[in-house]
């Protein structure tokens, strides 16, 4: 979003006490974090947000902070401009950034008496449900010590193979693993607006419950964020499907957490779904990247959601290099998609079952099997309040822009 400055209206929100206890997940933008001249913290910004994060646990509330910030803070000491670096500058300028970063939370925090810990993570470290687990673990662990995690992805080492892309959406995926009860977005401009907030015409919309009217309106993003409005409605999206209220707002105001929570100012309030998905179903469905996707019949379709699994019969097409564990993404014959469930088979193995019909799945693979591709439990039927994907190029020879594209290095 274009960052600009306009004269807030009066808010005539009743303010209202956080019901406790909260457990809140803070997202945080490099631009908030990085001056965009000299590119070095804005103490006074760092300190503003420990001060509200420091009342809202005295309150009794559990906080996670997700924050970007590391290669913005880099840049200087790698000596690229932001919009001239690559891949492997952004990747440098990672590795010098973040002790910068850590050490402002830290220096910070020691006024408030708290200890801050440090969560780098990639996307095998979100799509892997072992892996999964083991980061959910750690998170805990943390929050029972009162320590404040801080999280954000492991820019040095990530690749576009195995990049999340956005903190947006890895602070949702965040969000969802300790089963937040809210998710605060703090950006540059206080909300969603219903088009171009440059529009002298735009209006902040105050509630929203599907996201997707909206994303029309999310063009532009600030100079040292990548994700754009557009990003920050996926990963509010994300939130909602597990049943937690996302919160879009201007991080540069006083109170910047607690003044949100407590409705005493204007900001963007994401609805939660009133019927949540499990924790299994909603680490299955919302995904960061595709491994890959299968085409399927008008009676497999009909069946999606009644626990019938996908069998390699009902598979028309496939696409994708895929591990057996992978989440696959399941079209019908028109190109919308359908659900998501977890491979039983590789890429390999299924390319060999279903270009080979006439053929046991036993004497293909050398095993015993029924031929499941996904299994009834292991698959959920996408319903409307979840942002779909287009497939992308396969044997049909279609092609269409999956709408989670990002940009080729996110901070």
């Not at 994401?270 to 499990?278: E, F, K, R, V």
Request: some cysteine; glycine content about 8%; charged content about 25%.
């Amino acid at each position: 979003m274009t960052q600009q400055t306009r004269t807030a209206s009066p808010d005539t929100t009743k303010s209202r006490k956080i019901p406790e206890p909260r457990k809140i997940v803070v997202k945080v933008g490099s631009a908030l974090l990085a001056n965009t001249e000299r590119l070095t913290p804005r103490f006074g910004f760092i300190q503003r947000l420990m001060e509200d994060i420091a009342r809202l646990r005295a309150e009794g509330h559990e906080v996670i902070l997700c924050s970007s910030g590391a290669v913005a803070l880099g840049m200087k000491a790698v000596g690229v401009e932001p919009g001239e670096a690559g891949l492997t500058d952004k990747q440098a300028a990672a590795a010098c950034g973040m002790p910068q970063l850590l050490n402002a939370y830290k220096q910070v925090g020691y006024e408030f008496d708290f200890e801050i810990a440090q969560i780098l993570l990639t996307l095998g470290d979100f799509e892997d449900h072992r892996r999964f687990l083991n980061t959910k673990n750690t998170v805990h662990r943390l929050l029972q010590s009162n320590i404040i995690p801080i999280v954000n992805e492991n820019d040095t080492i990530t690749t576009e193979e195995i990049r999340v892309g956005d903190n947006d959406r890895l602070a949702a995926k965040i969000a969802q693993m300790v089963q937040a009860d809210d998710f605060v977005i703090l950006t540059t401009i206080d909300g969603l607006y219903d088009r171009n907030p440059d529009d002298p015409d735009a209006k902040l919309v105050e509630e929203v419950s599907d996201v997707s009217e909206y994303l029309a309106a999310t063009a532009g993003k600030t100079t040292l964020g990548t994700g754009g409005m557009l990003t920050k409605l996926q990963a509010a999206n994300m939130a909602q499907n597990a049943g937690c209220t996302a919160w879009i707002a201007d991080g540069e105001e006083p109170r910047p957490i607690s003044a949100i929570l407590n409705g005493e100012r204007r900001c963007t309030k994401c609805l939660p779904n009133p019927n949540p998905a499990s924790v299994w179903d909603t680490w299955l469905a919302d995904r960061l990247q595709m491994a890959g996707h299968l085409v399927i019949g008008d009676e497999a379709a009909a069946k999606l959601g009644s626990g019938a699994p996908i069998h390699r019969d009902d598979v028309l097409s496939m696409d994708g290099d895929f591990s057996r564990g992978d989440v696959l993404h399941i079209y019908d014959k028109d190109g919308v998609e359908r659900a998501r469930g977890l491979t039983d088979f590789t890429s390999e193995e299924t390319r060999v079952m279903i270009n080979n019909p006439d053929l046991p799945a036993e004497q293909l693979l050398g095993y015993q099997t029924h031929a499941e591709i996904i299994r009834g439990n292991n698959l959920v039927a996408l319903e409307g309040h979840h942002l779909t994907w287009d497939a992308p190029e396969g044997e049909s020879g279609q092609r269409r822009v999956a709408p989670l594209e990002d940009d080729p290095m996110a901070d």
